[in-house]
């Protein structure tokens, strides 16, 4: 667990389910859906249906809660793009508009970088999003990370074309940060 003012990160307990299952599932159109990866199809379905499923995430290593004040607010997470080479990546939603462009999901994900290149021996960290999340962007410039890729028109969203955008930081970038930002 890793707090930081408000803000906690931490792996999921069997308590986090019903709250989970409401943020994600509850809703055909949930309002976060619209900014987090729109382009594929998202399916509510009943809690009875989603236990199964939420069953299998408690004490995931690369799947957390993210609670601000002490309430489960959304979710950090990663995936081996090439665990080989341990090409990482992250990801997180925040499920409420409410939540939204207040700093919160630069602080979780500064708290769960700082995780991960404490705990794995990774040289890289990174996110893809779409150029019409333009929040995710400003998170990732914010947080030292480097535009690494732009796959323009790579992705369809209610009649248009946006590009798919990959953001990165190096181990030796993130950690440079930390000391300047400590001085």
Sequence with gaps: MYTVREVTIRPITKNDL???????????QPEWKKWDAPYYPH????????????????????????????IVRGIVSYYWEHEYSKWLEIG?????????????GTTALRLWIDHLFATMPLVRVGFSTWSGNERMMRVGEKLGMQLEARIRK???YDGQYYDSI?????REEWEKNIIQAQS
């Design 18 to 28: 019903p709250r989970l299952w409401e943020l994600i599932y509850k809703d055909e």
């Design 43 to 70: 399916q509510a379905m009943s809690y009875e249906d989603f236990l199964p499923q939420g069953e299998k995430w408690i004490g995931l290593e690369n799947f957390w809660v993210i609670e601000v004040k002490n």
């Design 92 to 104: 997180i939603v925040f499920h409420e508009a409410g939540t939204w462009g207040k700093g919160l």
């Design 154 to 156: 790579a992705r369809y």
């Design 166 to 170: 990959r953001m990165g930081v190096l």
